[in-house]
């Protein structure tokens, strides 16, 4: 699975581990996320993650 980096802050959602403060679970991929989840570093929105190559 993709990984995905916020491009203001540099957190990485890797969807093996997910984002446990927000309730997503491992296993969800950045694609599955809800539109409204915000990255959990800065509080960024969705729009401003890039794959990590």
Do not use: R
């Amino acid at each position: 699975m993709q990984k995905y980096k916020c491009v203001f802050c540099g957190h990485i959602y890797d969807p093996k581990i997910g984002d446990e403060k927000s309730g997503i679970p491992p296993g969800t991929a950045f694609e599955d996320l809800p539109e409204n989840w915000k990255c959990p570093g800065c509080g960024a929105q969705k729009e401003y993650f890039k794959p990590v190559e």
